[in-house]
């Protein structure tokens, strides 16, 4: 089981949405920990993954040995690739 550590400016990002949203979000990061290489996808050219939970997106950084999950940005796909 990988470690999850989140940002707090994505915790901001978070207690902003609907409450609704803002836990869907969540879950679908909890369910990660598992086998995060299954919901995570590289982004092209860059070190970081996406994880896509509707029209949100999640931004981390994936350490395997370390067995963590640094969850650094979260944001609407309109925006959210402009801030990174």
């Known amino acids: 089981m990988y470690e999850l550590i989140i940002d707090d400016k994505a915790i901001e ?14 879950k679908k990061i909890q369910l990660t920990k598992e086998n995060p ?23 981390a950084d994936i350490d395997s040995r370390k067995k963590r999950i640094e969850i650094t940005r979260i944001g609407h796909r309109k925006n959210i690739y402009k801030k990174i």
Not at 13 to 26: T, V
């Open 13 to 26: 990002f978070l207690e902003k949405l609907e409450k609704h949203i803002g836990a869907r979000i969540f």
């Open 37 to 59: 290489f299954h919901f995570f996808e590289r982004l092209e050219g860059r070190t970081d993954f996406k994880l896509r939970v509707g029209d949100y997106r999640v931004i």
